[in-house]
């Protein structure tokens, strides 16, 4: 008997069961409102999460109000497992206003931008689509799995108003500095899938508890300063 066949197959089908029960357990969450301080060199933006359930998925709306500037809204309705069904993006600073969402077999982009009109399609078949992956990836946090990929439409720079590929990578968990305590934390790398990840990638750490999204670490743009972004506050309606 190959004991070290039969124990790689238990362990797949555990994960394979744990995932399913992980995704229920989110979809059981309260509304809350989360709070991070994004730090990029000498800019500061505050971003404001509101999540309400609306079963099977929630509603999520984001706020970034940079200092000094102007506030860029979002609004996500998601699936029971955080997958995307339907985005609204609003820049006034950069007259950017965009609407996708799941349509059949498609996922329809549409808005304006600096006074042309957008009008996209990209098959939904592939990768799930994930705009607000920061939140989206908690269940993945907390199954255990080495490695996933989504896709993601992109509002600047190279892959503006293109859906990007990307994959997640699993590091080793860690104990991080959260505002004076320490929290164990599952850390995990995103990259533009494929030879694009020498363009771009990022580090993200999850609360190993219950996979709330607490810190990212990257450069937002090309050259830019590295940014970093932490949970500041949390508060349960």
């Known amino acids: 008997m190959n004991r070290g066949a039969g124990s790689k197959r238990f362990l797949m089908a555990c994960r394979g069961a744990f995932l399913p029960a992980v995704i229920m357990t989110f979809s059981l969450l309260p509304a809350e409102t989360l709070a991070y ?42 699936a029971a497992d955080l997958s995307t069904l339907a985005w609204t993006f609003s820049d ?23 006074g042309s009109k957008v009008e ?43 859906i990007g590929k990307f994959t997640v990578t699993r590091k080793d968990d860690e104990k991080i500095d959260l505002g004076g305590r320490m929290v164990g934390a599952v850390h995990l790398r995103i990259a533009l899938s494929g030879l694009l990840s020498i363009f771009w990638h990022g580090d993200y750490w999850y609360r190993r ?20 972004s932490e949970l500041a506050g949390e508060k349960v309606e």
């Open 37 to 78: 301080r994004e730090v990029e060199g000498g800019i500061t933006v505050s971003h404001t999460i509101a999540i309400t359930p609306a079963p099977p998925g929630f509603i999520v709306a984001l706020a970034s109000v940079r200092a000094g500037g102007s506030t860029v809204r979002q609004t996500f309705k998601t």
């Open 209 to 228: 508890d219950d996979g709330r999204f607490l810190r990212y670490r990257g450069k937002n743009r090309p050259g830019g300063e590295v940014a970093v």
């Open 120 to 162: 996209k399609k990209f098959a939904a078949k592939g990768p799930p689509w994930n705009q607000l992956f920061q939140m989206g990836l908690g269940p993945f946090a907390l199954a255990g799995e080495k490695s996933l990929q989504f896709r993601s439409i992109g509002t600047q720079g190279p892959g503006e108003l293109k």
């Open 92 to 114: 006034p600073g950069r007259q950017m206003e965009l609407d996708a969402r799941l349509q059949g077999e498609a996922i329809i982009l549409s808005g304006t931008f600096r």
